[in-house]
Each structure stands twice: as C-alpha cells, then as structure tokens.
Nanobody, 115 residues
Framework: VQLQASGGGLVQPGGSLRLSCARA?????????MGWYRQAPGKQRELVAS???????NYADSVKGRFTISRDSAKNTFYLQMNSLKPEDTAVYYC?????????WGQGTEVTVSS
C-alpha cells in the first residue's frame, strides 16, 4: 500500500477525529499537492482539503473553520484534523498525493458521525 490512511471511526456530533495518511515510499515533499476527498453514500466524491508543496491550503466551504490539513515531512505523513463534526461529515475519506505524472491514492477510512 503506497498510502496508508487511518484514524476514522464513530464519533458523536461535535466531536473530533484526526485522520492520518502515511506515504510508505516516495517523499510527499516532492509532490505538487496532497489532500483528502470524501464520498458519502449516494453522493459524488468531493474534495475536502488540500495542501500544496508550498503549504497553501484549500478547503471545501462546508468544512472551513472546522477542518485543518497539515503535513509532517519528517514522518512522510499528512493529516486532517476534524473538529465540530456533523452528521453530514459521515463518509469514506480518501487521501491522495499528486505528483507531476501520476497520483497516488489511499484505501479510504470511514468516518461516521452519529449519536
């Protein structure tokens, strides 16, 4: 597995989770960008957050102010801190890394927000 996503689970509304995406081989620093998509049941996959090699970030309007994307070059890992979670955040979250000639995807980690 080139990208290992982890950190999903069941959380109550208002709770927090931190997703991690670890690159087993190849440096995330040599990429153009990396980030997270999500896909809820019956819905299209949507971009949640991304971060470039220059640390510019981008967020979906629905998560701005609640989610934060970050990366740790030393660990070759990037993260999605999710706070104030809502039931509509329930989805499978997929991480990706975009290189000049190809993209690498993780296997997905499931997030369920429910009381």
């Amino acid at each position: 597995v080139q990208l290992q996503a982890s950190g999903g689970g069941l959380v109550q509304p208002g709770g927090s989770l931190r997703l991690s995406c670890a690159r087993a081989s190849g440096s995330i620093d040599s990429s153009g960008a990396m980030g997270w998509y999500r896909q809820a049941p019956g819905k299209q996959r949507e971009l949640v957050a991304s971060i470039t090699s220059g640390d510019s970030t981008n967020y979906a309007d629905s998560v701005k102010g609640r989610f934060t994307i970050s990366r740790d070059s030393a660990k070759n890992t990037f993260y999605l801190q999710m706070n104030s979670l809502k039931p509509e955040d329930t989805a499978v979250y997929y991480c990706y890394v975009h290189y000049a000639l190809y993209d690498v995807w993780g296997q997905g980690t499931e997030v369920t927000v429910s009381s």
